[in-house]
């Protein structure tokens, strides 16, 4: 499992996870990076505010299919 955290307040955030994260400037540049990752049989949970255009991870996602 991999958290896959965007903007500069989740990067400061991301310091005190203890776990696998990577941090990303934007959504965009994010989804970029997942849509690389994803395989068959995998679950993608979105959240994130308004403000950083989350929804832009689901058009790139379903892009894709």
């Known amino acids: ?3 896959f955290l965007a903007g500069n ?3 400061n955030s991301a310091k005190k996870l203890n776990k696998n994260y990577k941090t990303f ?3 965009t540049s994010l989804a970029s ?3 690389n990752l994803l ?3 995998d679950i993608l949970l ?3 505010s308004r403000g950083m255009k989350m929804e ?3 058009k790139i996602m379903l892009n894709q299919i």
């Open 39 to 41: 395989e068959d049989g």
């Open 1 to 3: 499992d991999t958290a």
């Open 9 to 11: 307040a989740m990067t």
């Open 33 to 35: 990076e997942i849509k």
């Open 46 to 48: 979105v959240k994130g």
């Open 56 to 58: 832009n991870v689901i």
């Open 25 to 27: 400037s934007d959504s």
